[in-house]
């Protein structure tokens, strides 16, 4: 299972099962959104210094984005129910894209919208899909270990930084 956190479900159903049939995919996924509709949202507990980050990467005069391969509705719901989609500038979701991470395409997207610079770019994520997408759109990584992958792992990909939690940003 750890193998598949950050892919989508397309990838994260082949890397499970071994099985490339569309009409199975499909299945999976129709399955995966309902359940996901009826529980996802309302049982997502944000980690405790993500708010505060967020609200301090606002004050500080950053820009902040998600790019993920969840569905953007989705992501709405749960920034609502924790009163912080105000704190987020861009959202990227799995249906906002062509092809979703590790492609560059949905980072890329982000960065263009915000009209922002690759140069001027922190991308933070907390799994190797996250590392590959980074590398492949050429901005920095910062990872995280907050989700199931390791410093050490980590370590395999150029990151500028590798934090215990998000609120680590701020310490130089």
């Known amino acids: 299972m750890k193998r598949t956190v950050g892919l989508s479900l397309d990838e994260a159903f082949i890397q499970l ?4 049939d569309e ?3 499909n299945r999976f996924k129709n399955l995966f959104r ?3 509709d009826e ?4 049982n997502t507990v944000l980690f405790d210094d993500t708010v505060n980050t967020l609200r301090r990467l606002k004050q500080d005069g950053f820009n902040t984005g998600i790019v993920t391969t969840k569905y953007h509705y989705r992501i709405i719901e749960t920034l609502d129910l924790h009163s912080a989609l105000d704190l987020i500038d861009i959202i990227v979701g799995r249906e906002d894209v062509k092809v979703p991470k590790p492609s560059p395409e949905g980072l890329l997207l ?4 915000l009209n922002a610079q690759l140069n001027d770019v922190l991308y933070i994520g907390d799994s190797l ?3 590959k997408t980074a590398l492949a759109a050429h901005v920095d ?9 390791n410093e050490k792992e980590f370590s395999q990909y150029p990151c500028i930084r590798i934090l215990k939690n998000l609120s680590e940003l701020f310490n130089q």
């Open 17 to 20: 099962t071994g099985y490339k």
């Open 23 to 25: 009409i199975l995919i």
């Open 34 to 36: 309902e359940k996901a």
């Open 39 to 42: 529980v996802m949202s309302k």
């Open 110 to 113: 982000a960065i263009d919208s």
């Open 129 to 131: 899909v996250d590392a």
């Open 141 to 149: 990584f910062a990872a995280v270990t907050t989700g199931t992958t």
